[in-house]
């Protein structure tokens, strides 16, 4: 056990999926030597050679497109891209590409990829550095959307997303990357992707979240009065999602909110409402909540925490549905 | 017949004074008097101080956790300025990226304006009217997309004496976006100076790992624009040559392209530790080709600059910096309506809903929608 950050949780995942295959390969700006501008990738050119860790061009379409290409004839491609404000140059390789080949060849062509993408506001960063676009993606069809928020979880997905025959997208919440160390087995392990957890258990109400979201519930949580009780999940994979582990909770408290830092409209707190109606419905005691990004650009710095949802704004959220 | 050479180029590069301050007067003299007057060297040489000035103070303001992440422009000056001072103020567009500070200055744009972008703020791009300039560009390598479209209108409305400007660096040219702009701008033949800083890194990537041309300038020959290189850390060069890049365009309707030859003295970025992966060997070579060493040197040897006059501005652009900060800091707090009134010319229900009572939930939004017990009003 390794008291570790979810750096380097996520580090030693890619060291040990490095060495047990060589054909996983980092590709991505400045992942090199300087080990990634989050310093996720530290010391693995070092460990193991330029030509495992890949410093591109400046191309995110190229790092995508070329990732493709790897996968395709064989390789383990382990692209990443810098923040998720600049995954807009590579959307027609992901969406296009990478989503789609399985299906579009019937099986014959596979990409076998992981996208690490820092995600997420709350650090201070400059505009287009804050973002939370996973519902684009899941919305997207042939691709896996994987979002933890622990160290330990971290590790878990990612080598099972390493694993994974298809293509997986691996949100980092960047808010959290520094923000605590929890222990962390050495030896490998997996988590399996579409698996959700239940952080704390309740019978009042069911919270479901992801990301960073995860803490800021927490401390809404241990603002409630004590003779509340919330269950809390953190989806951990978005897509696919746990639907059963949300539907066996929802059964048994009747109430739900579902809490996300991207804007609300279509965004993944309408699914996941959808998804408990579809599967609740007599058992529902109070419409679902959603507490959310606002509709709108992400604001920079200075408006960063009134956007995003906050222990204060979550609360209330879960206090309304109670009393509905 | 026969295999022919079918086609053939060249890349100049252009240099006026160079690191030592010595002066090339075939180049930089035009009918007997420089292309550049003492008082305009001045306040050249003036508006760069004052920049890394700017620089200075926006540095400490971060570490002392007063501002966001800032990318410094320190030994990059000239490009900037003296491709500013080349293009026509109210006239020409200004398309950069963020480190092009003076140039953005001199077209118009009060610097606090750039300090309160890094301090997290929209109202830092809210462009005053009449400054032709668009704000700082963060997605690397898409900007110069939309210089080609401004010039384009310019043409669409028969605006002859008109130009746009973009800047970028030698990273963003790998981007897909930086060849679509040059193909836009050359095919539809529009007047744009592609400027680019190549400074030689894009953060830790040296420009061997980014392009395999070993200059920017050959991207070019494809796009069949006339191109130049110029020594980047030279204010005469880069001003002759964005001088001449304007005419030309205007002349012949037509994009220039011109590779600036600089370095970045300082970090990528606050956020960067530049000591990790280039050496400080190579950062000494180009101290010495520090803009503002030369540029002070040639005025001296002119007699229109001494220790006095040097003192002088930097009192001067200590005063200059502290006022732009004071007004950057004595700016309101944005309330949290500044989130959605922009949105769009008018904003619709839902986002005057989640405005007026900063809530996304449904029931938080509507206190009294059917079935709410009484006693959650003021949850
Ligand atoms: C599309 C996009 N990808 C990645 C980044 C992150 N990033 C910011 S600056 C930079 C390097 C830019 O290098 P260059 O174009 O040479 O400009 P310089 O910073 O050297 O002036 C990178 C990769 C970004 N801002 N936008
Ligand atoms: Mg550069």
Redesign the pocket.
């Known amino acids: 056990m390794a008291n570790l950050t979810l750096v380097q949780a996520i580090n030693l995942a890619l060291v040990q999926e490095m060495e047990a295959d060589e054909s996983v390969v980092l590709l991505g700006?400045?992942v090199g030597l300087n080990g990634g501008v989050f310093r996720v990738t530290e010391g693995l050119a070092q460990r193991f050679g330029d030509h495992r860790v890949q410093n591109t061009p400046?191309d995110?379409s190229g790092i995508l497109g070329a990732a493709v290409g790897l996968a395709i004839a064989g390789m383990k491609p382990v692209p990443e891209i810098?923040?998720e404000g600049?995954l807009g140059?590579a959307y027609d390789q992901i969406v296009n590409h990478a989503a789609r080949f399985r299906n579009r060849t019937r099986g014959a062509i596979t990409i076998p990829m992981t996208l690490r993408v820092p995600v997420g506001g709350g650090i201070h960063a400059p505009e287009l550095h804050s973002d939370s676009p996973e519902a684009i993606y899941t919305h997207s069809p042939g691709l896996k959307i994987v979002m933890p928020c622990t160290p330990y979880d971290a590790k878990g997905l990612l080598i099972s997303a390493i694993r994974d025959p298809d293509p997986v997208i691996f949100f980092e919440p960047k808010r959290v990357y520094r923000a605590y160390r929890e222990e962390v087995p050495e030896d490998e392990y997996t988590i399996p992707i579409g698996q959700a957890k239940v952080v704390s258990e309740g019978d009042d109400l069911t919270v479901v979240t992801w990301g960073a979201s995860v803490f800021q519930c927490l401390e809404a949580l241990d603002g409630l009065p004590e003779d509340v009780s919330v269950e809390l999940i953190d989806l951990r994979t978005i897509d696919p999602i746990d639907t059963d582990t949300i539907a066996a909770s929802v059964e048994k408290t009747g109430r739900c909110v579902v809490v996300h830092e991207a804007p609300m409209t279509a965004g993944l707190g309408a699914e996941i409402s959808a998804r408990v109606q579809e599967r609740c419905f007599l058992h529902l005691q109070a419409p679902v909540q959603r507490v959310t990004g606002f509709d709108t650009i992400m604001p920079y710095y200075k408006l960063e925490l009134e956007y995003m949802p906050d222990a204060n704004r979550i609360g209330k959220g879960i206090r309304e549905c109670l009393a509905y | 017949m026969p295999k022919n050479t079918v086609y053939e180029t060249d890349i100049e590069f252009l240099s006026i004074l160079d690191e030592d301050a010595q002066f090339d007067e075939s180049l930089g003299i035009e009918d007997g008097e420089p292309i550049l007057s003492d008082e305009q060297v001045v306040y050249l040489y003036e508006q760069m101080w004052i920049g890394r000035q700017l620089d200075e103070i926006a540095f400490k303001l971060q570490r002392s956790g007063r501002m966001g992440t800032y990318?410094q422009n320190k030994g990059q000056e000239a490009n900037a300025a003296g491709s500013g001072f080349a293009m026509k103020k109210g006239t020409d567009w200004v398309v950069p990226?963020y480190?092009e500070n003076i140039a953005m200055n001199l077209h118009g744009l009060p610097y606090h304006y750039i300090l309160l972008h890094w301090m997290g703020d929209e109202r830092g791009n809210q462009i005053p009217e009449g400054v032709l300039c668009t704000p700082i560009s963060?997605?690397?390598?898409?900007h110069m997309l939309h210089a080609a479209g401004i010039a384009w209108s310019f043409k669409l409305r028969g605006e002859k004496d008109r130009c746009a400007i973009t800047y970028?660096?030698?990273?963003?040219t790998s981007?897909g976006d930086f060849h679509g702009a040059m193909n836009f701008a050359s095919t539809l033949s529009v007047p744009v100076v592609f400027y680019c800083?190549n400074?030689q890194?894009?953060?830790s990537v040296p420009r061997e790992q980014q392009m395999a041309s070993p200059t920017v300038a050959q991207k070019a020959i494809a796009y069949e624009m006339p191109r130049i290189m110029v020594d980047g850390n030279d204010i005469f060069a880069v001003y002759k040559a964005t001088r001449d890049a304007r005419k030309y365009c205007v002349e012949n309707q037509t994009p220039y392209f011109i590779e600036g030859v600089t370095y970045?003295l300082g970090d990528?970025t606050t956020a960067d530790d530049a000591r990790r992966y280039r050496s400080e060997e190579e950062l000494q070579q180009w101290m010495a080709k520090d803009p503002l060493i030369r540029t002070r040197k040639y005025l001296e040897s002119r007699d229109a600059w001494n220790d006095e006059r040097q003192l002088e501005l930097e009192t001067h652009a200590r005063k200059v910096v502290d006022e732009i900060v004071n007004e950057a800091n004595s700016i309101a707090e944005p309330t949290t309506s500044e989130i959605f009134d922009s949105m769009f010319a008018e904003i619709d229900d839902d986002l005057r809903i989640q405005r007026d009572t900063m809530r996304t939930s449904s029931i938080g939004q509507n206190p009294e929608q059917a079935g709410l017990k009484a006693q959650t009003q003021n949850a």
């Open positions: 700006e400045d400046l995110e810098q923040f600049f140059p | 990318p990226c480190r963060v997605p690397i390598g898409t970028f660096g030698d990273g963003a981007e800083q400074n890194w894009a953060i970045r990528h």
